[in-house]
C-alpha cells in the first residue's frame, strides 16, 4: 500500500495501521519513499504525457514535492483485504478526484508491477512479486496533447484548490446570445478520463476556458449532471452533437439553471 504524501502531512498514519490491523493484516516492512514524475508515469501505466497531459499532471501535482510511504503487508487474503482497507480509508478521508490518500492495486499485474518499484529495499521486502497478469494497466482512453494549447501545469496549480471536495462548478458557456429555456448537461462517465472529456469540451464549447473545461469535467463527476452550455436551440443541437462524436454518452438537455448573481 502507498501512503500519499496528504496522507503523512494529514496525519491519517495512525488510521491506516488500525484499518490494516482490522482487516487481519500485518505490517511487514515500510519505507519512506519520494515520488517523482517519473515513477508517477511508471506507477500509473495507463496515463501518459501526451494522451493524458491533464491527468499526469494532477498525478505529479499530488503526488511529488513530499514524502510518501509504502507498507508491505501480508496475512490471509492480502490482496483483497488491501483493496478493502484502500476503499475504506478513502471513503473517510479521500478530499477529492486526485486526492485520495492512498493507493493500492487493483489487479495482481499491477501489485508487481508497483511493489517491484517500490520495494526491494530491505530483507522483507527483498523478494520480487511475481504475477501471470500482464504488468501494464491498459492505456485509458487519451484526449489531445493540450500542452500544445496551454501551461497545463500552471493550470493545475490555479485549479487544484477549486477540486478538493466537491471540485467548484464555474457555470454553463454561453454558445450565442439566443435565450431559450435548456441547457446540455454533462453526467459521470467511468468510461472517459479527465483528458478525453476535457477534449470532448473542448470542442463542443467553442471559447471555453482551459479552466472551465477542466472544472466542468471534474464537477460532472460528482454532481450526477452539470450544466455545461446555454444557448439558442441550434447551438446547443451542435454541442451534443460534437459531444457524441467524442463518445460521450451520458449528456444531454434539461432546464436551464437559474442564472447566479454576479
Ligand atoms: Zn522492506
Known sequence: MLLKPDCLRLGLTGPVESAVAAAGLRIDCRHAV?????????????????????????????????PSEVLLVSGPDAFEAARRVKRQIRSEHAAGPFANVVHGAERRGELARQANHLLGRCDHCAEPFVSDEPALNPARPPGIDFREHFDVAALVDEVWPLTQGVPADPGPVRLDDDATDTAVYLGPDRAHTLDSTVTALWFALPGVTPRQAVLLAMHAGFSGGTPIAVGGRRALRRCLRTLHEHGIRNCGKGPCPPVRPG
Do not use: I
Open 34 to 66: 519520494e515520488l517523482f514524475p517519473a515513477d508517477v508515469r511508471h506507477l500509473w501505466s495507463e496515463y501518459d504525457d501526451r494522451g493524458h497531459p491533464l491527468a499526469t499532471s494532477f498525478l505529479d501535482r499530488y503526488l511529488t514535492g513530499g
